[in-house]
């Protein structure tokens, strides 16, 4: 059977997802001010799983989404594949984001992103990794769950680049967990999907118009064992989750060869 959708369904769907988008604006910008944090973190959840009903994302989740929540602060780190990532483990974890500066300039749905009290980092800028580690310092401080996608870019799917562990320093700061989260896209068949993927050379409307030309587009989100950051170093710790994830994705462990340079700067390593 096609996954695909009629013209018509693409255009009823692309129509429902821009007043949804245009829903999340004025409740950040009229509704946001006037309420508490908590009623904002559950606007935004409910916006996420509206979001991922009305383009036909259907997640299956395994594991404990709440681990060492109510016990020490909590870093969720995960791989990287679609733009709908972030929607997808919002709509689990009561959580903030880690995400990369680039989302701030999308048009509406960046505003909204940042209205959600994101952190945005600048890859280009060799000591923003500095700034960003504070601020998450302080967020982990307060209790609140953040998530970071450690490859520091996108894949398609079908392959997991090594995490880096610059943004995991914090976390060792403040004695704290990571909880490893794997997240793949699959076809009905459970092979690799990678029409969801936001890699390469795709843009965001290239990739919104594919994902609503599908039927329906299924997500696996698997949360792995926490494990603790005290006594480790940042790199050990990166390592120990990319080693996890792969194995839950079963993909290879990736690895840096010896002489390989790395595309970030030596702050964001």
């Known amino acids: 059977m096609s996954n695909s959708n009629?013209?018509?369904?693409?255009?009823?769907?692309?129509?429902l997802l821009a007043a949804h988008v245009a829903t999340g604006l004025a409740l950040s910008a009229v509704v946001y001010p006037l309420v508490s944090e908590g009623f904002r973190s559950a606007c935004f959840r409910w916006w996420s799983r509206r979001l991922l009903r009305i383009i036909r994302v259907r997640v299956t989740a395994a594991g404990d989404a709440g681990a060492t929540r109510a016990a020490l602060p909590t870093l969720v780190v995960s791989n990287h594949v679609s733009w709908l990532d972030i929607f997808v483990i919002r709509s689990f974890v009561e959580c903030r984001f880690v995400a990369k500066s680039e989302i701030r300039s999308w048009p509406l749905v960046g505003w909204l992103v940042a209205r959600q009290g994101t952190v945005f980092v600048h890859r280009a800028r060799r000591h923003d990794t500095s700034r960003v580690n504070a601020t998450l310092?302080?967020?982990?401080e307060r209790g609140e769950c953040m998530v970071v996608f450690p490859e520091g870019t996108t894949t398609d799917g079908t392959e997991l680049r090594p995490f880096?562990?610059?943004?995991?320093?914090?976390?060792?700061?403040?004695?704290?967990?990571?909880?490893?989260v794997a997240l793949r896209y699959v076809t009905e068949d459970g092979r690799?999907?990678?029409?969801?993927?936001?890699?390469?050379?795709?843009?965001?409307?290239?990739?919104?118009?594919?994902?609503?030309?599908?039927r329906e587009t299924r997500v696996?989100?698997?949360?792995?064992?926490?494990?603790?950051?005290v006594g480790r170093h940042r790199r050990d710790l990166a390592q120990h989750c990319t080693r996890v994830v792969a194995e839950a994705l079963s993909l290879p462990v990736p690895g840096r060869?010896?002489?390989?340079?790395?595309?970030?700067?030596?702050?964001?390593r």
């Open 137 to 140: 310092e302080r967020v982990l």
């Open 192 to 214: 690799p999907d990678d029409k969801a993927a936001y890699a390469g050379d795709r843009s965001l409307w290239e990739s919104t118009m594919l994902l609503t030309s599908q």
């Open 164 to 180: 880096h562990g610059s943004l995991l320093q914090p976390l060792i700061h403040v004695r704290g967990f990571a909880l490893p």
């Open 6 to 15: 009629s013209r018509l369904t693409q255009t009823v769907r692309i129509s």
């Open 257 to 268: 060869q010896s002489g390989t340079p790395s595309r970030l700067p030596d702050a964001m």
């Open 220 to 229: 696996e989100l698997t949360f792995l064992e926490p494990v603790q950051a």
